[in-house]
């Protein structure tokens, strides 16, 4: 593993190996673990990573290349951004993968792409934002996906959150599931379903003002 540590809390990982244990906590502004044009690439099996980042402007991006693997990002603070990829190069398939993102702030933009080039089995998928003006975009190419997503603007006058969610690839015998808990006005909420046996949602809504599309198929 190389990890390289730079100026205005920035962390950059590159990891080739079985049996990962990574755990990285940021306090300040400005935090990065990873960008865009230089993501933290970990690359194995039965990998564990946990990120901890206090502050505004965060920064979190990832791609895991491996099986078998539990990740857990919690951020606090405005303006966060995570952009979280498994199977980017097609060369696993992401099996058995476990994620949990829990976010406390405003105008977070949240990526997670499961699967993007071969099918990811057994995901559960578990997204928790509190806050307004959030933006979370989540893409499952799987089998058998699970994933809960609960968002909790009760204490803003503000707009809303925006959640986007599609779910596809072979349904198996259970088919995929989504749970919606939603509490505050507005907010728009996109949900598409699709591939073989019984693709399920289930949404609670408790606000003013929320704009719901949900689209399913075999």
């Known amino acids: 593993m190389i990890v390289s540590v730079v100026w205005a809390n ?17 306090d300040g502004t400005d935090n990065v673990a990873g960008t865009s044009q230089a993501p933290m690439v970990l690359s194995g099996d039965d990998m564990t990573f946990d990120i901890d980042q206090v502050g505004d ?9 491996g099986n078998t693997y539990t990740g857990t990002i919690s951020l606090t603070g405005n303006n966060n951004n995570v952009d979280l990829a498994c199977d980017s190069v097609g060369s696993v398939t992401c099996e058995t993968v476990t994620a949990d993102i829990t976010v406390n702030g405003n105008g977070a933009d949240i990526d997670v792409r499961i699967g993007e080039t071969a099918d990811a089995s057994n995901l559960v998928a578990t997204l928790t934002v509190d806050g307004d003006n959030n933006v979370v975009d989540v893409e499952v190419d799987g089998t058998n996906a699970d994933a809960t997503v609960v968002i909790d603007n009760s204490a803003s006058l503000a707009g809303g959150n925006t959640v986007n969610v599609d779910m596809d690839g072979d349904g198996d015998v259970n088919g995929h599931s989504l749970n919606l808990g939603i509490t505050g006005g507005g907010g728009v909420f996109d949900v598409t379903q699709s591939g073989i046996n019984d693709n399920t949602v289930d949404g ?7 704009t719901v599309d949900i689209i399913q198929s075999d």
Not at 204 to 210: I, V
Request: charged share 20%; hydrophobic share 40%; proline share 0%.
């Open 57 to 65: 402007n965060n920064i979190i991006a990832a791609t895991i290349n």
């Open 204 to 210: 609670s809504f408790e606000g003013d003002n929320a």
């Open 10 to 26: 920035e962390i950059y990982v590159q990891q080739i190996g079985d049996n990962l244990d990574l755990d990285i906590t940021q």
